[in-house]
C-alpha cells in the first residue's frame, strides 16, 4: 500500500509543473484524494481535494483559479496541474488519502 508522488522541480515564476501521484495496493477509486505541501518552518497545508469519482474538488484559497487537481481511476493516479506559480509555492507536496502518505516532491518557484 503506497502512494509515490513524482514531477517536483524548479521552475521559474509564472510557470508551470504537473505533479503525479501513483497509488497502489488500495481500491483507489473508492476513497478521495488530497494534496498538501509544507514549506520550510511552516505547517502542512491542504491544497486541494477531490472526491472519489473525481466529482467534486476543493481548493485553498491561495492557489483557486491557478492549480487543477484531477484523477484518472484507471490509472490509479491523482494529478496536481499547477500554473502560474509564485514563489511562495515553493514547498514539498505531498498526496494523502485517509492516514496514508507519499514521500512527496520538491516544488521551487525561482528565478
Known amino acids: 500500500v503506497q502512494l509515490v508522488e513524482s514531477g517536483g522541480g524548479l521552475v521559474q515564476p509564472g510557470g508551470s509543473l504537473r505533479l503525479s501521484c501513483a497509488a497502489s495496493?488500495?481500491?483507489?477509486?473508492?476513497?478521495?484524494m488530497r494534496w498538501y505541501r509544507q514549506a520550510p518552518g511552516k505547517e502542512r497545508e491542504l491544497v486541494a481535494g477531490?472526491?472519489?469519482?473525481?466529482?467534486?474538488?476543493n481548493y485553498a484559497d491561495s492557489v483557486k483559479g491557478r492549480f487543477t487537481i484531477s484523477r484518472d481511476n484507471a490509472k490509479n493516479t491523482v494529478y496536481l496541474q499547477m500554473n502560474s506559480l509564485k514563489p511562495e509555492d515553493t514547498a514539498v507536496y505531498y498526496c494523502?488519502?485517509?492516514?496514508?502518505w507519499g514521500q512527496g516532491t520538491q516544488v521551487t518557484v525561482s528565478s
Open positions: 494523502n488519502t485517509r492516514r496514508l
Open positions: 477531490i472526491t472519489n469519482l473525481g466529482g467534486i474538488t
Open positions: 495496493g488500495f481500491s483507489f477509486s473508492s476513497y478521495g
